[in-house]
C-alpha cells in the first residue's frame, strides 16, 4: 500500500463515523476504570478479604495504564496502530472475563494489571489520531475526545451502580467484556493503520523548567484524586452506612462537577492568565481538603460536610488537571506519554496508599490529598520567577511570541 493511500485512509478517520468510534474508545478505559467503584465494598465481601485488599485492584489498573503508557507508543511506531490496538482491545475483554470470573482478590488485581495495560492503547491511539490533524480539525477531534471522557466519568458510577445493585458486581465486568470486544470490529473500520515511517515525527525537545513544573502539579492532582477514587466507596457504606446506589449516584455528582470545572476552565483561559487560573483553582481544592482534613483529624466529620468538601476539592481539580497538563504539554508536546506514565503511577501509589484506613477512617485519605495538594500549589508558586527568566529566554530564541499563555500575569 502506497503513503499516499495510507495517508487518506488516515485524513478520513476524522470523519462523522470514525469519529464517533474513537470517542467511544477512548471513553472505554475511564469506564473501566470507574464504572466497579460502587461495587468495591461487595467484592471486599464476596471474594473475603478488607478495604485495604481489594482497594489494591485500583492500584493495578493504574500500574498497567502507566506501563501501557510507556510500551504501548514504541510498539504502535514500529508495527502501526490499528494491530496492537486490536490486540489490546481483545485482551481487555478477556481480562474483563477474567474479572468477572475471580474467585480472589489476588486474581482480581492480576486481571485488572492486565486490563489497565491493555486499555491504555484506547486512549494512546486516539491521541495520536488528534496528532496526525492539523488547526480546527485537531481542536474539533480533542473537543469530541474530552466530551466522551467527560461523559464517561459521569456515566460509569451510575451505571455500575446500576448493575452491582440489580445483578452484582460481576456484571460489570461482563459489561465491559462486551463493550470491549464491540470495539474491535468497528476499530477495524476506522483507526488508520499508520505504518512507522509515514509521516517522521521531529525528535523531542528537552523538557525545560516549567515543563517540569506543570508536569508535577499535573502528576500530584491527580495522585489527590485517585486518593479519593480509592477511598470513597469504603468511607460512604462503612463509615456513613449509604447504600451502593446512594454511592453511585454521589460519585456521579462529584464527577459532574469534576468534568465542568474543566469546561469551565477551558472558557476562563480566554480571560484569565492560565498559570494564574492553576494557582486558583490549587488553592481552592487545596483548601476544601485542608478542612476536610482538619474534621477528619479532629474525629468530627459529619456526612454533610464531608459531602460537600469532597464536591468542591474534587470539582475544582478538573480546572486543576486541565490546567496543568495543558500547560506542560504546551513546552513540550512529544511528552505526552511520559506524562501519562508518570500519571498513572502517581495514581497507583495514591490508591494504595489511602487504602491504609480501611472504610472507617478517612485520615489517610483526607492527608494524602491535601498533602499532593499543597505540594502541588508550592511548586506552581514557585514557579512565578522560573517562568520570568524562561519567558525572556523563549522571546530572545523566538521560541514563543508576545502572547505566550505561559505568561503567569
Not at 478488607?50 to 493495578?60: E, Y
Not at 472507617?360 to 491535601?370: F, H, I, N, V
Amino acid at each position: 500500500m502506497s503513503a499516499a493511500t495510507t495517508t487518506a485512509r488516515a485524513t478520513t478517520a476524522t470523519g462523522p463515523g470514525p469519529a464517533t468510534v474513537l470517542v467511544l474508545m477512548s471513553a472505554l478505559p475511564p469506564l473501566a476504570a470507574d464504572a466497579y467503584l460502587p461495587g468495591l465494598p461487595a467484592i471486599a465481601g464476596d471474594l473475603g478479604t478488607n478495604a485495604t485488599g481489594v482497594q489494591l485492584t485500583l492500584t493495578t489498573f493504574f500500574l498497567g495504564m502507566a506501563a501501557g503508557h510507556v510500551l504501548l507508543g514504541p510498539i504502535a511506531a514500529r508495527h502501526g496502530r490499528r494491530a496492537p490496538l486490536l490486540a489490546c482491545l481483545a485482551v481487555s475483554a478477556l481480562a474483563c472475563v477474567a474479572c468477572a470470573l475471580a474467585t480472589g482478590v489476588a486474581t482480581l488485581a492480576g486481571a485488572r494489571l492486565v486490563q489497565g495495560f491493555a486499555a491504555s492503547a484506547c486512549l494512546l491511539v486516539g491521541r495520536a489520531v488528534v496528532a496526525d490533524r492539523r488547526g480546527r480539525q485537531a481542536a474539533h477531534l480533542y473537543g469530541l475526545l474530552m466530551a466522551g471522557l467527560g461523559v464517561a466519568l459521569i456515566l460509569a458510577p451510575l451505571a455500575g451502580g446500576v448493575l452491582v445493585a440489580a445483578v452484582g458486581w460481576r456484571a460489570v465486568f461482563w459489561a465491559l467484556a462486551v463493550l470491549f470486544a464491540a470495539m474491535i470490529p468497528a476499530a477495524m473500520a476506522a483507526v488508520p493503520r499508520a505504518p512507522a515511517g509515514l509521516r517522521r515525527r521531529p525528535a523531542a525537545e528537552a523538557p525545560d523548567r516549567p515543563f517540569l513544573g506543570y508536569a508535577l502539579a499535573f502528576v500530584l492532582a491527580f495522585g489527590a484524586l485517585a486518593a479519593y477514587l480509592a477511598a470513597f466507596p469504603f468511607l460512604l457504606r462503612d463509615l456513613f452506612g449509604l447504600s451502593a446506589e446512594a454511592l453511585a449516584l454521589v460519585l456521579a455528582v462529584n464527577a459532574s462537577g469534576l468534568v465542568l470545572a474543566g469546561i469551565a476552565g477551558g472558557h476562563l483561559v480566554n480571560a484569565v492568565p492560565p498559570h494564574r487560573l492553576l494557582e486558583a483553582g490549587l488553592a481552592v481544592t487545596l483548601a476544601a481538603s485542608a478542612a476536610l482534613c482538619g474534621l477528619a483529624l479532629a474525629g468530627a466529620l459529619p456526612l454533610a460536610a464531608f459531602l460537600v468538601l469532597l464536591f468542591a476539592a474534587v470539582s475544582t481539580l478538573g480546572l486543576v488537571l486541565g490546567g496543568a497538563c495543558g500547560l506542560a504539554l504546551a513546552r513540550a508536546p512529544r511528552a505526552a506519554g511520559t506524562l501519562g506514565a508518570a500519571q498513572f503511577t502517581a495514581g497507583a501509589i495514591a490508591a494504595a496508599l489511602a487504602g491504609l484506613g480501611g472504610g472507617r477512617d478517612a485520615r489517610p485519605m483526607a492527608l494524602l490529598m491535601t498533602g499532593c495538594l499543597l505540594v502541588a500549589l508550592a511548586v506552581v508558586a514557585a514557579m512565578r520567577g522560573v517562568l520570568d527568566v524562561t519567558r525572556r529566554e523563549d522571546l530572545e530564541t523566538g521560541r514563543i511570541g508576545a502572547g505566550s499563555c505561559d505568561q503567569p500575569r
